[in-house]
């Protein structure tokens, strides 16, 4: 009895060592084949603009005594944003006394910027509208019937943009055949001259820009310099930049299973009763319970020799 109450201590840890190497082994499998996952590349959805009307005039009084900045836009927006607006006024001082005038006045005026994680879009509508400049109040700068600029670029595709004027367009009064081939010069003695260039577009692989009208002005009615007006007026303008492409995640190759070696009998007693994922764990898990076991044994035998 007393032999035996020594030798239990000696057994002891041999058995929980064999318990600890099995979960180990148990516990570290699992983890050790566990791959991290595909990482989500940051979304860049893009950009658009949109714009009915910009001007970038200089305005000089007096024999250019006085310069005046004429710099407004209408319905100028940026995605995700729509506006529509059919009247702009502004006020200069010194201009018809100080009192506001309509710049920009149509039946339609609309304009709309959109993103989302594949497409950008801006888009300008703008119908039956005239547009003054100071110094002429009763004679528009230009009359068209109607306009439409639009630029689409959608993610890994070619950008798309289009600038149509449709209908007759009427500059300084006299009524102007416009074409795409080269710019259109206006000239009105005693009031001025315009210069348009007509659908100009833009393309690059991820932005696109589409103006309808663009018009360079010098207007000095009766060469009085009472009101001489220099600069520039843009009407429906678009542009867009692509979202990023998404990036594609690297597949990730699957863990090859561990096969215990001769196991090909049990392998078929397992395809019978169903096995699972865990499975070559277990079999790592039994495979170190035995081994720790026998060396257990054999430590307990030769303690008894």
């Keep these: 009895m007393n032999s035996n109450a020594f030798r239990m201590p000696a057994r002891m840890p041999a058995r929980r060592f064999a318990v600890t190497a099995a979960a180990t082994v148990l516990a570290a499998g699992p983890a050790v084949l566990a791959g991290a996952g595909p990482a989500r590349a940051t979304e860049d ?11 970038g005039l200089d305005v000089s009084l007096l024999n250019k005594s006085v310069n005046v900045p004429l710099t407004v836009s209408l319905n100028d927006v940026q995605a995700p944003r729509s506006a529509e607006k059919t009247a702009l006024t502004a006020k200069l001082d010194g201009v018809d006394g100080g009192r506001p ?13 959109t993103v ?24 528009s700068l230009i009359e068209i019937e109607q306009v439409s600029a639009k630029a689409v670029c959608t993610a890994g595709e070619k950008p798309v ?3 149509d004027p449709l209908g007759a367009v009427t500059v300084l009064g006299k009524k102007t ?29 991820r932005t696109a820009a589409a103006t309808a009208l663009q018009l360079k002005v010098s207007i000095n009615p009766l060469k009085l310099n009472v009101a001489e007006v220099e ?13 990023a492409a998404p990036a594609s995640a ?7 299973e561990v096969k215990p070696q001769g196991a090909a009998a049990n392998e078929a007693n397992l395809a019978e009763t169903g096995g699972s994922s865990a499975t070559p764990y277990v079999a790592a898990g039994a495979v170190a ?7 257990a044994v054999v430590l307990a035998r030769r303690k008894r020799g």
Aim: net charge neutral; proline share 7%; glycine share 12%.
């Design 161 to 163: 943009a289009t600038a």
């Design 177 to 205: 055949t416009v074409t795409a081939g080269g710019p259109t010069e206006v000239k009105v003695p005693g009031v001025g001259e315009v210069r348009l260039d007509l659908a100009s577009t833009r393309t690059t692989s």
């Design 289 to 295: 319970l035995l081994a720790a076991g026998g060396g």
């Design 250 to 256: 690297d597949p990730v190759e699957p863990a090859t």
């Design 101 to 113: 005038f309509t710049v920009l006045g149509a039946e339609v005026a609309r304009s709309s910027a």
């Design 45 to 55: 959805h893009g950009r658009a603009s949109a714009v009915v009307l910009r001007t």
């Design 231 to 243: 600069g520039t007026v843009t009407l429906a303008e678009a542009t867009c930049e692509a979202p």
């Design 116 to 139: 989302s994680a594949k497409k950008a879009e801006g888009s300008v509508n703008l119908a039956h509208a005239k547009v003054h400049v100071p110094g002429l109040p009763l004679l």
